[in-house]
C-alpha cells in the first residue's frame, strides 16, 4: 500500500447532523446543522423563525393595552420583565406617573419572575449535561411555590397580562406580603439545594469548564447582554448602569464571571437568583399602601407622537422596545429587542472546534426562548 | 391630546442641550453633516445613506465616542417618505449611547451594511432586510433568517403589507381575495382556495 493509498483509506468526511427542530436539546423549535469532523465540531448553520408569528406587526394592529398579551407570548418564562420594558416604554413616552405601590408590585413580581426563569434554566441545563431529572425535579418544585404567588396575582400560570401602562391592573391578594416573604425564605433553601448537587460535582465541572468561552471583545462585538456578557467579566446590568423603575433604591450586587465559559454563565445565573432574593426582600418591606394605577387613567390611551427605546434588565440580558408613536391609539411601530436574538448570533464562535456532545451543552447555556428569539 | 381621526404625526425636531454626546460626534467628524435631536431619552442623530459606512466605522473605532455595543437596528416604513435604518449604540466605557438613522427613498432601499463592523448586525440586518426589503450592500450572507426562503415578494413589516381581514383567515373565505392581501406560500394556492370544513378549526 502506498502512502497516498493509505492517507485516502484514513480521510474523514464532513458529516452533517441535523439537530433539531423537535429535539429535546434545542429548547423549543430551534434547528442547528452540525458539520462534524469526527467528534469535532467544524461548522454550524442555526435556522430560526419556526415559531414566528409577527408580535411587532401584530402589536401596530391593536391599541397599547391590547400589545401587552403579545409580550407574554414574546419571552413565555419571564413574562412580567417583558410586560415590565413594554408598559415603561409607554409611559416614557406618555409621560405616565406610576403610583409607588404599583412599582413596588412591579419590581417584586420582575424579580421573582427571574428567579423563575433561571430555576428553568437550571433545571433543564442540568438535564442537558446529563443530571437527568433530579435537577429538573428540584428546580420545578421550588419555582412552583413562586409560580403559585404568581397565579394568586394574576389568575394566570402563564400568560398573565397583568401589568397595565401606569401600574397594574388589580391589587395583590391581602397575604401577598407573607406568601413572599415565605417563598423569598423557601427559594434561598432552594438555591442551596440545587448549589450543594451541582456546582461542585465533578461529572459537572467537567461538562462544563472551559467549554464554549468567549472573549469579553467578541462578546460585546457579537451584542450579548445578561448573564452571557456578565460571565465574560464585564459588570453590565442595566438596573445598575441605567436604573429604571425603581431599582436605584436596592442594594444589591451584580455577579460576575471571569472566563466566559459554560460554567460561569451557570455561576452568574445562580448568583443572580439569590441577589433577586435579596431586591425582593427589600422591596416587600418597603412596600407602601396606596393606588396601583394613576387616578386620571384615560379611558383611551393615546400617545404624543416620538419614539423611544426601552431598554430592561430580563432574566436573559437586554430586552428592548422600540416605540414609535405618530399620535392615535396604536403603534406606529413596534421592535422588540430580543435578548435571546443577539445571543444566538455568537454560537457559531462557540460551537466551532468543541466536541458535538458538548453543542449541547454550549446551546444550554444560551438559555434560550424561541418565542423571543423568533417573535 | 391628539385625536384618533387625524392623520400620523411626525415628533418635532427639538435640539439637545449642550454637552451631548451629539456635540462629540460633530467634534469626531466635523465634515459630516447631520441633524441631531433629542428623543425621549437617547440623543437621535440623523444622518445622510451615503455616511452611513464613515460614521459607524469611527463611531466604533474613536476613543472619544467609543460606542462598541450595538444594541439594536431596525427598520421603520415612512411610506412614500422611505424607510427608515436606525441603529441604538452604546458605549461601555463612557457610558453613553445614541441613535443613528438614515432614510432610505422608497424607490432605492441600499444602504452599506454594517456587519464588517459589529458582528452582531449581521443577523439583525438579515432581519430587517427580509422585513422591508431593504438591501445591505456588503453582506457576508443576506439571506431571509426568520421567513421562509421563498418569501421574496412581500415584506411584512411594510404599511403597504396589511393583514388580511381576520375572518378571512379563520373562517371558510381563504381564497384569491385572501391571498391579494396576505402572503400564501407557493404550492398552497389550491388549498387556499378551499372553503368549507376548516372553518370549525
Known sequence: MTAT????????????????PQHPATHGVFRMVLTVSGEKVVGVVPHIGYMHRGAEKLSETMDYRQGIIYQDRTEYLAQFNAEHCYCLAIEKLGGIEVPERAEYIRVILAELNRITSHYMFVGAFATDIGVYGT????????????????EAVSGDRMMYGYFRPGGVVWDVTQDFKDRVRWVCKQTRVGIDDLDRLLTTN????????????ISLEDAVDYGLSG?????????????RVEPYSIYDRFDFDIPTGTNGDVYDRYLVRMEEMRQSVRIVEQAIEQMPDGPIMPEKAPRRL?????????RTENPRGEYGI????KGGEKPYRLKIRS??????????QMVVGQYVADAVVILGSVDIVLGEVDR | MTSPHEGPQEAPIVPPPPGTIADTFREVLPDVEFTATQGTGDVILIIGRADVPRVLQLAKDDPRLDLKYLRCLLGIDHMEAGIEVVYQLYSFTHKHGVTIKTRLPADDLHVASAAPVWKGADWLERETAEMFGIVFDGHPNPVPLLLPEDMTDHHPLRKDNPFAQVEEWQGSRLGPEAAKLGHIPAGYESIA?????????
Open chain 1, 339 to 348: 435578548s435571546c436574538l443577539s445571543n444566538l448570533t455568537a454560537l457559531r
Open chain 1, 227 to 239: 448573564p452571557m456578557l456578565r460571565a465574560c467579566g464585564l459588570p453590565h446590568d442595566l438596573r
Open chain 1, 322 to 325: 422600540y416605540l414609535v408613536s
Open chain 1, 5 to 20: 493509498d493509505q492517507e485516502r483509506d484514513l480521510e474523514t468526511l464532513d458529516i452533517h447532523v441535523n439537530v433539531g
Open chain 1, 202 to 213: 465533578e461529572i459537572f465541572l467537567t461538562r462544563c469548564r472551559d467549554i464554549g468561552a
Open chain 1, 302 to 310: 393615546r400617545l404624543p407622537p416620538g419614539e423611544v427605546y426601552m
Open chain 2, 193 to 201: 382556495g378551499e372553503s368549507g370544513e376548516e372553518s370549525s378549526e
Open chain 1, 135 to 150: 435537577a429538573f425535579t428540584y428546580a420545578f418544585r421550588e419555582r412552583e411555590y413562586i409560580q403559585e404567588i404568581f
